[in-house]
C-alpha cells in the first residue's frame, strides 16, 4: 500500500513543513483551533484566579504578593490575550502570545513557590501549568517545549538564589518537574505531528479530488467533441443516403433487408416499401445469377465484394441489371452481423453495349 505521506517534506524536530505548505497550515491550525482555544483560556485564567481562595487559607503575610501576581499580572494578561483574539491582526501573533503566557503564568508560580517553598501546593501548581501550556492551550510542539524548559531553568535559578529551600527538595521537584517536561514534549510533538499528518491526507485527497474533477470535466469535453463528430458524421451519413444515385440496401445474415435508403424508391418506381423491407434480397435475383450471388455474399464474410453483376427482378414486372459492392458489418466483438449493399441500376448501360 502506498504510504500517503512520503511526500510531507516535514522538519522531524520543528514539524514544520516548507515555504508556503506551512503557511497554509498555519492558517488551517488556527481556523480548527480558535474556539477551542478561546474556550480554553477562559477556563485556564478562571482556574488560575479561583486558586486564589486557597491562598487566602494557605498564606497571610504573602497574601498582598500572591493576590498581586494573581490578578494585577497573570489573570488580566490571560484576559487581555483571550480579549485580543477577536482582532484581525491576533492571527499573526497568537502562537507567540501563547508562548508568553506559558511563561508568566509558569514564573507567577514559581514566584510563590520561592517564598513559601515548604508548601508543597505551589509545585503541584507549577505542574498544571505544565500540562496547560503542552496540552491544553493549542500551543505548538517547539514553542511549548522551549516555554517549558525555560520555565525548568528560571526555576532552578530562582529556587536556588532567592529562596531558604533545601536543595533535596528542589533536586526532587526537578526530578518531577524535569519529567513532567520531557511527557509534555513527547505527547505535543506526537499530537502536533497527529494534527499535521490529517491535514496531509485531507491536502493530498482534495489535489486527488481536484485532479479527478480535471479529468471529469476533460473527458466531458472530449465526450461533447465527440457527440459532435458523431453528429456530424450521422449528418454526413444521412445526407449520403438522400444524395448519392444508387441503392443501399441492408441485411441481416440471412439475406433479409433491414434498410433500404430513399432513392431506391426514386429508381424502382413501382416498388414499395412493404415489398422491399423484411423481404430477402436473394429473391430478386434473376434464377441464373442466384448462385453465383449466393457464393458472393459468402465470400464478403472475409473481403469487401467488389463489382458484381446481377440482374434483379421485382414486383410488378421490374426488372434491372445492377452492379452491386457489398461488406460484411460487425459488431463489437468482431462478429458479423450483416451485410450492406450499394447497387447500381446499370440497365441502360447494359442496352447501349446490346445497340453497339
Known amino acids: 500500500m502506498e504510504n500517503p505521506y512520503k511526500d510531507m517534506n516535514l522538519n522531524k524536530i520543528t514539524l514544520s513543513?516548507?515555504?508556503?505548505?506551512?503557511?497554509?497550515?498555519?492558517?488551517?491550525?488556527?481556523?480548527?483551533?480558535?474556539k477551542f482555544f478561546r474556550l480554553a483560556f477562559l477556563v485556564v485564567a478562571f482556574l488560575y484566579g479561583i486558586f486564589g481562595l486557597l491562598d487566602s487559607y494557605i498564606v497571610i503575610e504573602q497574601l498582598p504578593f500572591f493576590y498581586i501576581i494573581r490578578y494585577l499580572i497573570v489573570?488580566?494578561?490571560?484576559?487581555?490575550?483571550?480579549?485580543?483574539?477577536?482582532?484581525?491582526?491576533?492571527?499573526?501573533?497568537w502562537q507567540w502570545l501563547l508562548f508568553v503566557a506559558f511563561i508568566i503564568g509558569g514564573i507567577g508560580i514559581i514566584a510563590m513557590v520561592a517564598t513559601i517553598p515548604d508548601e508543597f501546593s505551589y509545585y503541584a501548581g507549577l505542574m498544571l501549568v505544565?500540562?496547560?501550556?503542552?496540552?491544553?492551550?493549542?500551543?505548538?510542539?517547539?514553542?511549548?517545549?522551549?516555554?517549558?524548559?525555560?520555565?525548568?531553568?528560571?526555576?532552578?535559578?530562582?529556587?536556588?538564589?532567592?529562596?531558604?529551600?533545601?536543595?533535596?527538595?528542589?533536586l526532587a521537584y526537578n526530578f518531577f518537574f524535569g519529567s513532567a517536561n520531557v511527557i509534555g514534549m513527547v505527547a505535543a510533538y506526537y499530537i502536533e505531528?497527529?494534527?499535521?499528518?490529517?491535514?496531509?491526507?485531507?491536502?493530498?485527497?482534495?489535489?486527488?479530488?481536484e485532479e479527478l474533477e480535471r479529468q471529469n470535466m476533460n473527458l466531458e469535453e472530449e465526450i461533447r467533441k465527440r457527440t459532435e463528430q458523431l453528429e456530424e458524421s450521422e449528418e454526413l451519413f444521412r445526407k449520403l443516403l438522400i444524395t448519392v444515385p444508387d441503392l443501399i440496401i441492408r441485411t441481416d445474415l440471412?439475406?433479409?433487408?433491414?434498410?433500404?435508403?430513399?432513392?431506391?424508391?426514386?429508381?424502382?418506381?413501382?416498388?414499395?416499401?412493404?415489398?422491399?423491407?423484411?423481404?430477402?434480397?436473394?429473391?430478386?435475383?434473376?434464377?441464373?445469377?442466384?448462385?453465383?450471388?449466393?457464393?458472393?455474399?459468402?465470400?464478403?464474410?472475409?473481403?469487401?465484394?467488389?463489382?458484381?453483376?446481377?440482374?434483379?427482378?421485382?414486383?410488378?414486372?421490374?426488372?434491372?441489371?445492377?452492379?452491386i459492392n457489398g461488406d460484411a458489418f460487425y459488431d463489437s466483438e468482431s462478429n458479423p452481423?450483416?451485410?450492406?449493399?450499394?447497387?447500381?441500376?446499370?440497365?441502360?448501360?447494359?442496352?447501349?453495349e446490346l445497340v453497339q
Open 17 to 34: 513543513f516548507h515555504a508556503d505548505t506551512e503557511k497554509d497550515y498555519q492558517e488551517y491550525y488556527y481556523r480548527n483551533s480558535i
Open 75 to 93: 489573570v488580566p494578561f490571560l484576559l487581555f490575550v483571550l480579549l485580543l483574539s477577536y482582532t484581525k491582526f491576533f492571527k499573526r501573533i
Open 130 to 170: 505544565f500540562f496547560a501550556g503542552y496540552f491544553f492551550i493549542k500551543l505548538r510542539f517547539i514553542l511549548a517545549t522551549c516555554a517549558g524548559l525555560f520555565l525548568l531553568v528560571i526555576f532552578n535559578v530562582v529556587m536556588l538564589n532567592f529562596s531558604d529551600a533545601q536543595t533535596n527538595t528542589i
Open 193 to 209: 505531528l497527529f494534527y499535521r499528518r490529517n491535514y496531509w491526507l485531507t491536502l493530498s485527497v482534495n489535489k486527488k479530488n
Open 254 to 323: 440471412e439475406g433479409n433487408i433491414t434498410f433500404v435508403n430513399e432513392y431506391t424508391y426514386t429508381i424502382l418506381k413501382y416498388v414499395t416499401k412493404e415489398q422491399l423491407l423484411g423481404k430477402n434480397l436473394f429473391s430478386f435475383v434473376a434464377e441464373k445469377d442466384l448462385p453465383r450471388a449466393i457464393e458472393n455474399s459468402k465470400l464478403m464474410l472475409e473481403h469487401p465484394l467488389g463489382p458484381k453483376e446481377y440482374r434483379l427482378v421485382f414486383e410488378d414486372g421490374v426488372i434491372i441489371d445492377a452492379e
Open 337 to 352: 452481423t450483416g451485410m450492406v449493399y450499394v447497387i447500381r441500376d446499370i440497365t441502360e448501360r447494359k442496352q447501349a
